[in-house]
């Protein structure tokens, strides 16, 4: 159980184009949903807190944008990085949270995104 | 604020038992968390603990003393695979946020 899938895996796009990057809860419902940067040898970076249903919260210093939420269903989030540009190339990770009690989050398989 | 302490890296051998040690001083505490990560994938959850004492799961453990804000994740029997990034996290209080620490990377050698 608690599967999380993340899609696309890989995505290369030309600078000033938008990447769409879609999250899932397959086997539960999560009413919250966090989408993380992390860069090469560093920990995760919280972007931004989704919550079904209403606006994202964003962390500071997260263009929020920039960095497009959307949490549209109970199994469903997408991030949409408008606009990218080279800086912007990094594995971005969803996770899922099963609530109460134990608020465990569970992670997507992750997205590397490059922009040339 | 959030302030989560690991070491950075530790080497082990095969066969072995290596124990990661994590300090925090958080603003709330609803749990702490620890996750593994092998290079290029995403975090996978590996224990949970809200209450004192140790928390065992196979060749894994978890401890934890909330009032020392402090806990550990010890590997028995080291195996190649276990050879990855160590992450320990602290849950918020009511907002399901986890604060990460930078990670200690484990490598197990033959």
């Known amino acids: 159980g608690a599967v999380v899938s993340q899609h696309p895996s890989r995505v290369i796009c030309k600078s000033g184009t938008s990447v769409k990057i879609e999250c899932r809860s397959l086997d539960f419902q999560a009413t919250t949903m966090f989408w993380y940067r992390q860069f090469p040898k560093q920990s995760l970076m919280l972007m931004a807190t989704?919550?079904?249903?209403?606006?994202?919260?964003?962390e500071q210093g997260v263009e929020k944008d920039k960095f497009l939420i959307n949490h549209a269903s109970l199994t469903l989030s997408t991030l949409t990085v408008t606009s990218a540009h080279p800086e912007d190339s990094s594995f971005y990770i969803c996770s899922a949270s099963d609530g109460a009690p134990k608020e465990t989050q569970y992670f997507g398989p992750g997205t590397r995104l490059l922009v040339l | 604020g959030q302030n989560i302490d690991q070491p950075t890296e530790m080497t082990a051998t095969e066969g072995a038992i290596v124990q990661i040690n994590c300090t925090y001083q958080?603003?709330?505490?609803?749990?702490l968390f620890w996750y593994q990560q092998h290079a290029g994938e995403a975090p996978t959850f590996l224990s949970y603990n809200v209450l004192d004492g140790l928390e065992e799961k196979g060749r894994f453990s978890s401890f934890l003393s909330r009032s020392k804000g402090y806990s550990y994740l010890l590997l028995k029997e080291l195996q190649m695979k276990d050879s990855a990034s160590y992450l320990c996290?602290?849950?918020?209080?009511?907002?399901?946020?986890?604060?990460f620490g930078a990670g200690t990377t484990v490598t197990v050698r033959a």
């Open positions: 958080t603003s709330g505490f609803n749990g």
């Open positions: 996290a602290v849950g918020g209080r009511g907002d399901y946020k986890l604060s």
């Open positions: 989704s919550n079904e249903g209403s606006k994202a919260t964003y």
